[in-house]
Nanobody, 115 residues
Framework: QVQLVELGGGLVQPGGSLRLSCAAS????????MGWYRQAPGKQRELVAR???????NYADSVKGRFTISRDYAKNTVFLQMNSLKPEDTAVYYC?????????WGQGTQVTVSS
């Protein structure tokens, strides 16, 4: 079992920045990929960014150049630095951790971009 705890959501004006964090505990040795997904009202959950155990990253086209995912392996934590935020980035953001057989989700954190 893996437990994920997210922090860092909130309300920010367009053009602003937020940093999300997700701390993993439990069977952390079994985790290889970690990532962030988001779900806006009335829409499907979508991948935002992902980082592998080797440090490779990939991003949704909509956030490339604005968001950066990073991972602190010693602290079992993954971060999402979000810059130049837009109203369309408003969503609940979920941390995800994958093992060889299972995927785990955090509880979600609300990000609202509005003036």
């Amino acid at each position: 079992q893996v437990q994920l705890v997210e922090l860092g959501g909130g309300l920010v004006q367009p053009g602003g920045s937020l940093r999300l964090s997700c701390a993993a505990s439990g069977s952390i040795f079994s985790i290889y990929n970690m990532g962030w997904y988001r779900q806006a009202p009335g829409k499907q959950r979508e991948l935002v960014a992902r980082i592998t155990s080797g440090g490779s990253t990939n991003y949704a086209d909509s956030v490339k150049g604005r968001f950066t995912i990073s991972r602190d392996y010693a602290k079992n934590t993954v971060f999402l630095q979000m810059n130049s935020l837009k109203p369309e980035d408003t969503a609940v953001y979920y941390c995800n951790a994958r093992t060889a057989t299972l995927g785990y989700w955090g509880q979600g954190t609300q990000v609202t971009v509005s003036s």
